[in-house]
């Protein structure tokens, strides 16, 4: 029996490496993606983001104010421009990525105690240049904003803690926890490979499973076991050791994301061998994964949050593995989750394994049917 | 039948047959605009609400005083969050993280109010979870503004306590305030941002991955392309014969997908709808000729698919919508530049959403002219050298 069962695992292996489709998906590609996936995202944050200017003033306080928005990191005074039109111009070229008008009298109305607003104008198109522009300008004008005030208050005779505390009575410090850069790759790319080890092995399975008659139940056994294990070791590179040689977060106990990852194997293997009995060619099997994968990272909510989504549409979601595992890999691995944070999710990829084993099994039994 | 046997091999007769072969294939039908409308509609479910509104946050209220409630009140009141739970200590607010119950847990330590009192300037502090960065720093925005209204409106009674009046207060509050208005997307609606973008990002691997299919079943079947090439008589007869259908129906979901975004979403259209239809009829073609480039250099139809795959499957990434292009290295911009939707995607954003002149939108055009000429050049040439090869046996083995 135990030489059976290891002869099966034998020829599994086997299939896998005679297969083009199959040794290019399941050995190929999670490696080709892993590497060409992170490309656009390597930089991780936005640096000297081009501003166009307007300095309607001219004054001391206003290039006090530009020198201090240029001082950010994130964006860089790329040009002057003498009015609005002109910046457009720039900015419709995407010359320039936002625009900051400093209106005339600001260092009069600053000093004089009123209100001296600046203006700023960014790309509503792009979400990102907009939040880097945004926080770039508002510390800009409330760091010159404070100096000012205290200023003031000191010249007319107030001591220093007491100006501070009429300024700024209480401080709000804000600490971004887990990702502390703001890195665009550590936020995105933990939940695409995930999602890379998902689509790769359903691609795998499609190639070596659709279209065929299914096997005895110890070899499909022995299949399952094979490609849980080629992916778990997978799972150890693409989760461990790419995270390490691209310097994003990861913080997380690997034993517990094992305790993730096994489950998740098994359910995306029994999902795999359940589609490729529904659809009956590898082709149909290819198509069906390529254009899925997109649709499905937005529904793991790493990107957009599952609050704002609607009820019905997640719980519908649930059924495929990745919607659960990726947030759940996410939190263990670069936020550091313990076991108990994560439990549902193993055992909801418990029960996804369960249920598409008993799918695929009566997709075999209803085939079998009208054969006999 | 005999009827069709008498036509003279054209444009008529490779369409004809194309879409015989689309008839056979239920599977090949669903994928032409069933499919493609389905995942919209899925695409449109997920960003529906446009902004996400009562994302979940955990305070850690140790001071338990008027200012403090009066914190709390504040941050619930603001629409993007909820104060979800209240933790008795950081460490039930750092589990309540983990687990991913809530986005952001806002600590008030005790004596704050009695600090605040005496001038001692005591620290309240936010952490949120950076590691989900879009409801992460949605909500750190939303809490720091609350939080800010609150320290605003002390520092406005110290200084009317100092004898300040409350309007000369007010404005030393923030002497510098920053008007940010975001041109083009004023109310910085995903659907505008995101399904936009998303949904030509997934055309484009269906409409190559059926001309792939299309290319790649005729090349691998008994009689090889030499078939399709004769029921076209010339290679452009040939070609447009055959992916017709994929570019009328794509062109319709394309459309269709449009019509739903300014219409029931109710996305605003600010461009010139000529000029949108020319770009998008070139991206399809552009991308229809990727697909038959892959099937013709592929030595299978699976590994044709597979090459669409990786070539169009990333393409959100490159294309610089969600992060920017400016800041990518080398490959990426080279990478992005070869993808037809990068440049559709620019110039829909031009068009639509900037209502930019012709003339800015231009090199983008032009660049996906040349992309179409490229592939489409690639395409032909590998055709010909096909036709060539084949030409001489499969005649006389008909014969």
């Known amino acids: 029996m135990i030489t059976v069962f290891f002869r099966e695992i034998v020829a599994a292996i086997l299939a896998i ?54 001082a950010a990191d994130t964006v860089a005074v790329a040009r002057y421009a003498p009015d609005m039109p002109s910046a457009r111009a720039l900015f419709l070229k995407r010359e320039v990525y936002g625009i900051v008008v400093v209106p005339p009298k600001f260092e009069r109305d600053l000093l004089a105690g009123r209100a001296a607003p600046i203006a700023a104008f960014s790309d509503g198109g792009y979400f990102l240049l ?49 990702n502390p850069t703001g890195g665009y790759a550590s936020f995105v790319l933990p939940a695409v490979f995930v999602l890379i080890l998902q689509q790769t092995l359903l691609m795998g399975i499609g190639n070596l499973k659709a279209g065929r008659r299914p096997t005895g139940a110890v070899s499909t056994l022995a299949d399952a076991i094979v ?40 359910a995306v293997t029994a999902m795999g061998l359940a589609i490729a009995r529904l659809i009956p060619t590898k082709e149909g099997v290819i198509f069906f994964l390529v254009v899925l994968g997109m649709p499905l990272f937005f529904l793991s909510g790493v990107s957009w949050p599952a609050e704002a989504m609607p009820k019905l549409l997640h719980a519908i979601a649930f059924v495929i593995p990745s919607t659960t595992a990726v947030p759940a890999l996410v939190r263990v691995n670069q936020m550091g989750a313990d076991l108990k944070s ?31 | 039948m005999a009827r069709r046997a008498h036509l003279k091999a054209g444009f008529r007769r490779a369409l004809l047959a194309e ?52 914190m709390v009140r504040i941050v619930d009141a603001t629409p993007e969050v909820a104060v979800a739970y209240e933790a008795s200590s950081l460490g039930g607010g750092r589990q309540l993280l983990l687990s991913g119950q809530v986005y952001a847990v806002v600590l008030i330590p005790s004596r704050t109010e009695r ?16 590691q989900y960065m879009t409801p992460g720093s949605l909500v750190a925005r939303s809490v720091g503004g609350a939080l800010g209204t609150v320290v605003a409106g002390i520092s406005i009674e110290a200084r009317v306590a100092r004898g300040a009046d409350v309007e000369s207060a007010t404005l030393a509050v923030a002497p510098v305030p920053v008007r940010q208005s975001a041109l083009f997307n004023p ?54 014969g055959k992916l017709a259908p994929y570019t009328l129906a794509y062109l319709l979901v394309l459309w269709g997908a449009d019509a739903l975004l300014f219409g029931p979403l109710g996305a605003r259209f600010g461009g010139n709808l000529a000029f949108h239809v020319a770009y998008g009829f070139v991206f399809v073609l552009a991308s229809q000729m990727l697909g038959v480039v892959a099937a013709l250099v ?87 050298r096909h036709g060539r090869s084949r030409s001489v046996p499969v005649p006389e083995a008909l014969r």
């Open chain 2, 298 to 384: 592929a030595r299978d139809t699976v590994s044709a698919l597979a090459s669409v795959g990786v070539i169009a499957g990333p393409a959100f990434g490159f294309t610089g919508i969600t992060f920017p292009r400016l800041s990518m290295n080398g490959f990426s911009t080279v990478w992005a530049d070869l993808l037809p939707v990068t440049h559709y995607l620019q110039l829909r954003t031009d068009n639509i959403l900037r209502g930019a002149a012709f003339d800015i939108s231009l090199p983008a055009f032009v660049s996906l002219l040349a992309l179409a000429g490229i592939y489409g050049g690639a395409m032909f040439f590998l055709l010909w």
């Open chain 1, 342 to 372: 994560v439990e549902t999710t193993i055992f909801i990829q418990l029960g996804l394994c369960f249920a598409y084993s008993m799918l695929a099994l009566i997709v075999d039994q209803a085939k079998r049917r009208p054969a006999a």
């Open chain 1, 227 to 266: 490609y849980v294990g080629l992916y778990s070791l997978w799972a150890g590179v693409v989760l461990v050791l790419l995270p390490w040689v691209y310097r994003l977060p990861r913080i997380g106990d690997v034993a517990v994301m094992y305790a993730v990852v096994v489950p998740f194997l098994a």
């Open chain 2, 115 to 130: 600090d605040v009192l005496a001038g001692r300037r005591p620290e309240v502090v936010l952490f949120y979870n950076n």
């Open chain 2, 19 to 70: 879409l015989r072969q689309i008839g056979a294939r239920p599977g090949l039908m669903f994928m032409l605009a069933p499919f493609p409308l389905l995942l919209f509609a899925l695409l449109a479910a997920v960003f529906q609400m446009g902004l996400p509104r009562e994302l979940p946050i955990a305070i850690v209220d140790q001071d338990r005083s008027t200012l403090s409630r009066q």
């Open chain 2, 187 to 240: 109310s910085l609606e995903y659907v505008q941002f995101l399904l936009a973008a998303v949904m030509p990002t997934v055309l484009q691997i269906f409409i190559a991955a059926s001309a792939a299919l299309s290319f790649s079943r005729d090349r691998q079947g008994v009689a090889g392309l030499g078939r399709s090439l004769r029921l076209g008589g010339t290679l452009i007869k040939t070609v447009a």
């Open chain 1, 17 to 70: 490496w005679a297969d083009k489709g199959a040794r290019s998906t399941m050995l190929g590609a999670t490696v080709f993606f892993s590497v060409f996936f992170p490309q656009p995202y390597l930089s991780e944050v936005v640096r000297d983001m081009p501003v166009a200017i307007i300095d309607q003033d001219g004054s001391t306080l206003s290039r006090e104010l530009i020198r201090r928005i240029d």
């Open chain 1, 130 to 178: 907009n939040s880097v522009m945004s926080s770039a300008l508002s510390n800009a004008a409330r760091s010159l904003g404070t100096e000012v005030e205290v200023g003031r208050l000191t010249a007319s005779g107030v001591d220093m803690a007491s100006a501070m505390a009429i300024v700024e009575p209480l401080r709000v410090t804000t600490v971004a926890l887990f």
